[in-house]
T-cell receptor, first 113, second 116 residues
Framework: DAGVIQSPRHEVTEMGQEVTLRCKPI?????LFWYRQTMMRGLELLIY????????DSGMPEDRFSAKMPNASFSTLKIQPSEPRDSAVYFC???????????FGPGTRLTVL | AQKVTQAQTEISVVEKEDVTLDCVYE???????LFWYKQPPSGELVFLIR??????QNEISGRYSWNFQKSTSSFNFTITASQVVDSAVYFC?????????????FGKGTLLTVNP
């Protein structure tokens, strides 16, 4: 079975540009999580969905960040406008009810110049 | 609030040495789950193990073993006869069942370097 798929794997953009990160969870999983990893703050949960519905977005840093899950097999994390401090690795993870362990995608390394 | 502490920021060993990575957690829930993840230099996060709070039995998987002690709120990870391929950052994580939200709280991670 395919694992969690994320695209792009690397993104370099200039400050002020819109960035869209994409995630395809493992088929059949009904929870999807977005994390950000930086040296300073470690792994932070940004938002998570259950059955395509956002459940907790308290980790989203500010209004420049938004996330959607239009269907069970696709989610996006958008940053508009991007800033240099958004540079990080963004991970998507999924799991299924009753499992608890989350399975992570390979991550998207975002660099905002 | 839940919290995970990995006091060892970095550990360096020579190949074939045994090494233990410490993890201490805090939670008010009586039912919770503990995890270990491995992040090799390539960057992906690899799930290693899940342990339920009601199961204190230690677990062994090849060279890996985990010691769960509720009395000390610890969930330590031992690698026996370490190998260079074990070099990675290892994260301990906690999920509280009562909230039923499947959120993971991660420790800061321990960077393990195994030298040949």
């Amino acid at each position: 079975d395919a694992g969690v798929i994320q695209s792009p794997r690397h993104e370099v953009t200039e400050m002020g540009q819109e960035v869209t990160l994409r995630c395809k969870p493992i088929s059949g999983h009904d929870y999807l999580f977005w994390y950000r990893q930086t040296m300073m703050r470690g792994l932070e949960l940004l938002i998570y969905f259950n059955n395509n519905v956002p459940i907790d977005d308290s980790g989203m840093p500010e209004d420049r960040f938004s996330a959607k899950m239009p269907n069970a097999s696709f989610s996006t994390l958008k940053i508009q406008p991007s800033e240099p401090r958004d540079s990080a690795v963004y991970f998507c993870a999924s799991t299924s009810i009753g499992w608890h362990e989350q399975f992570f995608g390979p991550g998207t390394r975002l660099t905002v110049l | 609030a839940q919290k995970v502490t990995q006091a060892q920021t970095e550990i360096s060993v020579v190949e074939k040495e045994d090494v233990t990575l410490d993890c201490v957690y805090e939670t008010r829930d009586t039912t919770y789950y503990l995890f270990w993840y491995k992040q090799p230099p390539s960057g992906e996060l690899v799930f290693l193990i899940r342990r339920n709070s009601f199961d204190e039995q230690n677990e062994i998987s090849g060279r890996y073993s985990w010691n769960f002690q509720k009395s000390t709120s610890s969930f330590n990870f031992t690698i026996t006869a370490s190998q260079v391929v074990d070099s990675a950052v290892y994260f301990c994580a906690l999920s509280e069942a009562a909230s039923s939200n499947y959120k993971l709280t991660f420790g800061k991670g321990t960077l393990l370097t195994v030298n040949p």
